[in-house]
């Protein structure tokens, strides 16, 4: 078991969403528990998922489930369920933000020490829609969050790449927009305006944030309908929501990074590759405390050899 930290009073809470794979995300409940007794789980699970993530709940874990999706405002509103649960246990010093193919790089206890010298934690940003600071190209960016969505029909990966040559349009002309890379078939018009006093401001859709954080984003959503309609209809909001409350609030001190290792570099369509054990050494260098993407199968010899480093020993048959 891993040792927990020394001398430790910080409170973390970690929040998943998940989907599948029950065994890879009881072996990162498991992990994430070990790191300190002050450490609680908390599982937003799809309803459309696989079953019998139930199993996982204990007086340390909470489990729900919820409804799932990709690239809309379901992400967010599972993520303020979560906040909403720790909140009503009591709060956290910090809440991280995971997905059921997240896994912990280095020792749980290695990162809780860290937390306290994070200011309001971990927050990878920059300002979306600044062609000079954004890293993303202006055209996705303003398509992304400048129009109104609307989502007219579910496609089939078939369907996908027969009409993916329709994205064409959006080149040739500034008043309608059309997506069909979530699963669904969508249609944008051009919006009036922004929320007043909000700036765009995207980032990695994984993060920690300090308590106090968490309660503005909470108050926001409580208070700011506009900012919620605004959400509801723009593309990959979860790459933007958190960012731009608590950027534009001003008042909040983050490291601009995710403090996790990603690879993007392998993939041509956007995600992240799947890590296995030649990653190791590029995980190491990077300092990272988490890394994203991992899978039970492909990724077990990195699991195994990141769980070594932890207990001391090899790791057991999962």
């Not at 927990?4 to 994430?32: G, K, W």
């Not at 933000?97 to 280095?106: C, F, K």
């Not at 937390?115 to 990878?124: I, Q, W």
């Amino acid at each position: 078991m891993e040792k927990p930290s020394a001398d430790t009073s910080t409170r973390a809470a970690f929040v998943i969403t998940s989907h599948a794979d029950i065994p890879l995300l009881r072996r990162l409940v498991d992990r994430l528990l070990a790191g300190s007794p002050d450490v609680r789980v908390y599982i937003s699970h799809d309803i459309a998922g696989e079953p019998g993530v139930e199993d996982l709940a204990g007086p340390r874990c909470t489990v729900i489930r919820e409804v799932g999706g990709r690239g809309d405002f379901t992400q967010i509103e599972r993520i303020v369920s979560l906040f909403r649960l720790v909140e009503a246990d009591g709060g956290a010093d910090y809440v991280t933000v995971l997905s059921g193919m997240d896994y912990p790089a280095r020792p749980i206890s290695d990162f809780l020490d860290a937390l306290p010298s994070a200011g309001d934690g971990y927050l990878h940003n920059f300002p979306a829609l600044d062609p000079q600071g954004s890293d993303w190209a202006m055209h996705e960016a303003r398509q992304r969050y400048l129009y109104r969505w609307w989502i007219l029909w579910p496609l089939s990966a078939a369907s996908r790449r027969r009409w993916h040559w329709l994205h064409g349009v959006n080149y040739v002309q500034p008043f309608f927009r059309v997506n069909i890379s979530y699963g669904t078939f969508r249609l944008a018009a051009l919006r009036g305006r922004l929320p007043n006093g909000m700036t765009v401001h995207g980032g990695s859709a994984w993060f920690t944030i300090s308590r106090r954080a968490v309660r503005h984003v909470l108050a926001t959503v409580d208070s700011r309908p506009d900012i919620l309609r605004w959400a509801r209809t723009s593309l990959a909001v979860d790459e933007v929501f958190f960012q731009s409350i608590l950027l534009s609030a001003g008042t909040f001190d983050f490291i601009d990074s995710n403090a996790r290792y990603i690879d993007f570099e392998s993939d041509g369509f956007g995600h992240p590759k799947v890590l296995t054990d030649e990653d190791l050494e590029r995980i190491d260098a990077s300092d990272a405390y988490f890394i994203r993407k991992v899978d039970r199968a492909r990724s077990a010899t990195l699991l195994d050899k990141l769980d070594e480093r932890v207990t001391g020993r090899e790791a057991d048959d999962r």
